[in-house]
C-alpha cells in the first residue's frame, strides 16, 4: 500500500500492529491484585505466575467452572500482606485455559475478557456482552460509528438497537445484523 495504513476492516490490534511494525499483545491486571498477566508472543491468553496469584473462573454462585468455560474471574493474591484478598470477584467475565501453550509454558493462560458482569444483557436466553457487538462490528468494512440502545421492557429479556454509520450505501442493516450474529449468537435490530 502507497499510504503506509491498513485497510479500515482491520481490528484495532491488527492496525496498531500495522502502523507500529510491531506485536500488540494483551495484559490483565487490577490495583487488587497486585500483578499482571500478559501475553506471550503466541498471543493465546495472559499466562498465569502461580506463585504470585490463584485464579479461578466461576458461576454466578461462586462454584468454580472447568476449563474453558466463561465466567467471573476470582483472584488470590498470594504475595500481598498489607490487606490480603481471599477470592476476590473481579466482576471480569473470561475463560481460562489450561493446555499447554505453544511457547512451551504450561501454567494456566486467561482471558480475553468478554465483558463485565454489570454489562451482561440477556437476549432471547442468549447471554451478550456489548464488547462482542462492538468487537463484530470493528470487523466490518465501512462502518464508521455505532452505539448501542438496551432496553429491560421485558422481565425475562433486553432489547437491543444497534445504530451503524456507514460511509457508503453497500452496508445494509441486515448484513450488519448478520455479521454480530455470527460472533454473538444473537440477531439484533440494526438501524
Do not use: N
Not at 451478550?128 to 463484530?136: D, K, M, Q, T
Amino acid at each position: 500500500r502507497t499510504s503506509g495504513r491498513p485497510p479500515k476492516s482491520f481490528t484495532l490490534g491488527e492496525r496498531l500492529a500495522a502502523l507500529w511494525g510491531a506485536s500488540v499483545l494483551g495484559t490483565y491486571a487490577s490495583t487488587e491484585m497486585a500483578t499482571s498477566f500478559a501475553d506471550c508472543a503466541f498471543g493465546m491468553g495472559g499466562h498465569l505466575l502461580p506463585d504470585l496469584m490463584m485464579v479461578e473462573i466461576v458461576d454466578e454462585q461462586g462454584r468454580p467452572l472447568p476449563p474453558g468455560t466463561a465466567g467471573e474471574v476470582v483472584a488470590t493474591p498470594l504475595q500481598v500482606s498489607g490487606m490480603p484478598l481471599v477470592r476476590f470477584r473481579t466482576g471480569d467475565i473470561a475463560t481460562l485455559h489450561d493446555a499447554p501453550c505453544p511457547c512451551g509454558r504450561t501454567s494456566p493462560r486467561l482471558g480475553p475478557v468478554i465483558g463485565r458482569k454489570s454489562q451482561m444483557l440477556k437476549i432471547k436466553g442468549t447471554t451478550v456482552y456489548p464488547p462482542a457487538i462492538f468487537a463484530a462490528l470493528q470487523e466490518i468494512p465501512g462502518v464508521q460509528g455505532y452505539y448501542v440502545e438496551v432496553r429491560d421492557t421485558f422481565d425475562l429479556s433486553d432489547q437491543i438497537t444497534v445504530t451503524v454509520g456507514s460511509a457508503g450505501a453497500e452496508l445494509t442493516p441486515e448484513s450488519v445484523a448478520e455479521k454480530i450474529a455470527v460472533r454473538t449468537r444473537v440477531k439484533p435490530e440494526v438501524v
